[in-house]
């Protein structure tokens, strides 16, 4: 492999490949490729060729690069600023940080650009767009873990507030994050008619 170019449509139809096995292959090509790469010049190369939205093609180049999170972390930390840059400006700002989610195969704690990921989700906590908000508080649910609870307890005390956001969806995720977290309210519970959109509807896209 010389070039992103020569396997940008297998990497772009990565689920369309039937064999488990030719799926690792490519990320392994992927990988060796990623190796031999200077951060920025690959950096170049993906954003050239992969929008940021999922199936693009791009959540395969984040989870290619995954295994080694000491060469990408501020690979990692400039495609979330990038990601949520755009969300402002266009009306797929789900469709954007969705393709983020990829991002969560990497090992956290070996990640140099950690904090400042977490820092920047913080600072969306209350953006006017519903769909930033929803995926900054599920994002920060993969960020903040048992290693650092203590260390982000402010940030847990804003993601509770957002058990009363205006938007049902935002309200749903925050309570499955702060579950996860073991830190939902003992006295928190959703309303009926959230368990019924819930129950009915989709909590976990946007539009």
Not at 68 to 93: C, G, H, L, V
Not at 160 to 169: E, H
Request: proline fraction near 2%.
């Amino acid at each position: 492999m010389n070039s992103l170019i020569e396997k940008k449509n297998d990497i772009v139809n990565f689920w369309s490949i039937e064999e488990e096995a030719d799926r690792e292959k490519l990320i392994q090509e992927i990988r060796k490729y990623s190796e031999i790469k200077r951060e920025e010049e690959l950096a170049s190369e993906i954003r050239e060729n992969f929008e940021q939205i999922n199936f693009s093609g791009i959540s395969v180049m984040y989870e290619a690069l995954c295994k080694n999170p000491k060469k990408w972390s501020n690979f990692y930390k400039e495609e979330y600023i990038r990601a949520f840059e755009s969300a402002k400006k266009y009306d797929n700002a789900f469709e954007i940080l969705a393709c983020l989610d990829e991002i969560s195969f990497v090992e956290d704690s070996q990640l140099e650009s950690r904090d400042d990921i977490i820092e920047l989700l913080e600072s969306h906590l209350s953006h006017e767009k519903d769909p930033i908000r929803h995926r900054a508080i599920w994002l920060l649910g993969d960020w903040i873990s048992d290693d650092n609870k203590s260390k982000y307890i402010h940030i847990i005390q804003k993601i509770i507030t957002k058990l009363d956001d205006n938007n049902w969806k935002v309200r749903y995720i925050t309570k499955l994050i702060l579950e996860d977290m073991d830190r939902l309210p003992k006295d928190f519970k959703l309303n009926f008619l959230d368990k019924l959109r819930v129950k009915f509807l989709h909590p976990f896209k946007m539009e």
